[in-house]
């Protein structure tokens, strides 16, 4: 018998911090499997945000920069540019990418940054307890939208993926999901072609990767995962929203 | 003929990857607790198993290992 | 011996960078700074290094992050409004111990305040302008050739001790055109950067820069280090001019561009016999106490001149610990004391007034 699944090596063995049923831990694996594939550890550095996903410097196991709230894809351009034959890949959540670093997120897509972002999306700010994010979801219930998230005067959630494709400089934009098997293997092949188009120097790329929060969202994981594959999936579309390299390769 | 293997004390107990097994032989193990205190998922007819990697796919803590 | 050529303190600052081996900047525009970005816009791509506007002066400083955690020599210029918006970035290369250089070219303040010189970042420089335990080495030039001289020494420092480096000067400093000379300088010898995530190449253990320690201790713990550290700095690092104080009876205490001002003025004052003298410290943190120390003992009294409303007097005070009387005067806004106003405010205090 030959081992036809086990842990990227990647991916660090030790036990993630993540609440029970936390697709960040997916969305970690996913990861490092595409690090894994494309045999690019020892060329890789990882830049960790604020959030939730905060400790991922302890998980990936590549050389890693913590960068302050929002600011990780300025600290991955620092990076990039000292190295630029390296890999270089930030995984930022939605507070801390549509929120506080949605400047930072716009600009190194529009300068074309060579770089490559993983952005979790689950709609609610977890490490601080649950508040809303930007992409919290009309009427739903966070700590600071108690009586559902009123978009006259708490706004509109953002989808970011549409606001991305806007910029000339990005070369991959993606949203995906992981509330079933078959999406959370479509988010893999994304993540590994974000990857891939950095590795051909093509320019920026971003796979959103729609994530549950069942503690924050007060629903058992696998309702959790039922509400990520209705009403999340139907604000937020599945699909390629920019892919330089079919569009010039076609031509 | 396939074969999962739990990593038992890993588990927290979230019970994904229940609801993806195509021959519903994951289940959660109500009659014990690992360390971490929560029932484990664990396969009860491993004979049935046909080694697709759904569980292991949708587990976020990568408890599950599978072979062929 | 270098040739002397005649350049602009921003542009002679950007080429020392450079010189001393500076291959990626980052910038934001900012009278009166913006010729560092310029200089480097032109000059960077010549010698295979960047120079990138990056959207804000807070994404310049995180750059700066990103590329000192590589390994990178790298530095950031830009004056008192933006200098404000990098002390978060600056925070975390301190918490993070991360060498780079920082450029703060001072105009008033504050708020968008005025874009005349001015030193009234004192306090944010040199006391900690970010959140937390910590000091940046801060050097304050005078002259466009020890500009040059500090800019390239600056990398050094922030390299051997793993610290950022703030270079202060003003506008009057970044404007004005003075004959430097770039000679060759023998650099320290420095410690491999063994630390820097620029890739393990599967051939060591991987490195993480960070500054988040959820355990009280472990975070005592490596800031009682990065203490341990600034001692030896303080020890190996501290730098002043003394001028005429060998006889001195009265120190005016000034740094930077105004220290020139402070020259004419104890000139003036030795015209008309008081024995003035001027101590100029050069570098900000750690600040030169002993020197004023020393002085106490023998001279009657210290004028603080600053282009601020008295910052640099609290560090003077300090060290002269109540032996002596410590006066304070200062233009502010963007105005540069005279010498005739320099000159009066010593008279004052020799009169006791």
Known sequence: MTKVFTRPEALNDVELHYCPGCTHGIIHRLVAEAIDELGIIGQTIGVASVGCSVFSYNYFGCDMEQAAHGRAPAVATGIKRALPDRVVFTYQGDGDLAAIGTAETVHAASRGENITVIFVNNGVYGMTGGQMAPTTLAGQVTQTSPYGRDVKTQGYPLRVCELLAQTEGAAFLARTAVDNVKHIREAKAAIKKAFTYQLEGRGFSLVEVLSACPTYWALPPAEAMKRLGGEVLDYYPLGVYKDKGAETDEK | ?68 | MAEKVLMKGNEALAEAAIQAGCRLFFGYPITPQTEVSAYMAKRMPKIGGTFLQAESEVSAINMVYGAAGAGARVMTSSSSPGISLKQEGISYIVGSDLPCVIVNIVRGGPGLGGIQPAQSDYFQAVKGGGHGDYHLIVLAPSSIQELVDITQEAFDIADQYRMPVMIMGDGMLGQMMEPVEFGAKEGRKLPEKTWAACGTDGKRERNIINSLYIEAADLEKLVLERYERYKEVEKNEVKWEEYMTEDAEYIIAAYGTIARVAKTAVHALREEGIKAGLIRPITLWPFPSAAFANAAETVKGFLSVEMSMGQMVEDVRLAVNGKKPVEFFGRTGGIVPTPDEICDAVRKMKEGK
């Not at chain 2, 607790?33 to 569980?55: D, M, T, Y």
Request: hydrophobic letters at 35%.
């Open chain 2, 1 to 68: 003929m396939a074969k999962v293997t739990f990593r038992e004390d890993r588990c927290k107990g979230c019970e994904l990857c229940t609801t993806v097994c195509p021959k519903h032989i994951v289940q959660m193990a109500k009659d014990r607790l690992n360390k971490k205190g929560f029932h484990p998922a664990e396969v009860v007819k491993q004979e049935e198993c046909i080694g697709c990697a759904f569980c292991a796919t949708i587990c976020p803590d990568t408890v599950i290992e599978v072979e062929k």
